[in-house]
């Protein structure tokens, strides 16, 4: 009864450097979401995976965001040549197909760019 | 998951008081909306959603109330407890394509016993 899990729970970089953050869905769970949650702010979309199809990505700030998704399963959420903007918690929610159903987040990564 | 929010709104009750945390939302498109608990260090959790057909739904000492025509959620909790102290969020998504969550900015709840 795994629920959404993520890492590392903390992640310390320099300005500069390139991160991944890694996020295990619940099984069986289709559609994978990332969301960043800024100081002050609440949370903010990203990425949606849903099964096979093409990613939305309408919510990457920029072309230094990417992510993926491999099997179905795993993703992981990367930031190329990192920003102080960047510092945030970065929160991943799953859930299964169809309308109306719960998104269950992870207890999400806190990136700090120093 | 921890909330960031230094700067949220802060509600502030003694243990036992009703609470009520308002919410403003932007689309009037939207048409399901859901509300959330964040504790420290944790990710969001659902509390109860409803749909822009209801005006209120109500669970298990929580109540939500919905007015279309000012785009406005309430929650309410009865009997607010100590482990009730956390950062509630609403959202709201329109019924098509993929539920895409807009969050509002959240309002803190503090309860004293």
Request: a neutral charge; proline letters at 4%.
């Amino acid at each position: 009864g795994a629920g959404v899990s993520q890492s590392p729970s903390n992640k310390v970089t320099e300005k500069g450097k390139d991160v991944e953050l890694r996020c295990d869905p619940i099984s069986g769970h289709t559609a994978l979401y990332w969301y960043r949650q800024s100081l002050g702010q609440g949370l903010e979309f990203l990425i949606y995976f849903q099964g096979n199809s093409a990613p939305d990505k309408s919510g990457l700030p920029s072309d230094r965001f990417s992510a993926e998704r491999t099997g179905g399963s795993v993703s992981t959420l990367t930031i190329q040549r990192t920003q102080q903007e960047d510092s945030a918690v970065y929160l991943c929610a799953s859930k299964t197909s169809g309308r109306n159903n719960e998104q269950f987040f992870g207890p999400g990564t806190r990136l700090t760019v120093l | 998951g921890e909330s960031v929010g230094l700067h949220l709104p802060t509600l502030s009750v003694q243990e036992g008081d009703n609470s009520i945390i308002n919410c403003a939302y932007s689309n009037s498109a939207s048409d399901y909306f859901i509300w959330y608990k964040q504790e420290s260090g944790k990710g969001p959790q659902f509390i109860i959603d409803i749909r822009s057909n209801m005006d209120k739904r109500q669970g298990q000492r929580v109540t939500v109330l919905l007015n279309k025509t000012v785009k406005h959620l309430s929650l309410q909790i009865a009997a607010t407890q100590p482990g009730d102290s956390a950062v509630y969020f609403c959202a709201e998504t329109m019924n098509t394509g993929f539920q895409k969550l807009v969050f509002g900015t959240g309002t803190r709840l503090l309860v004293s016993p």
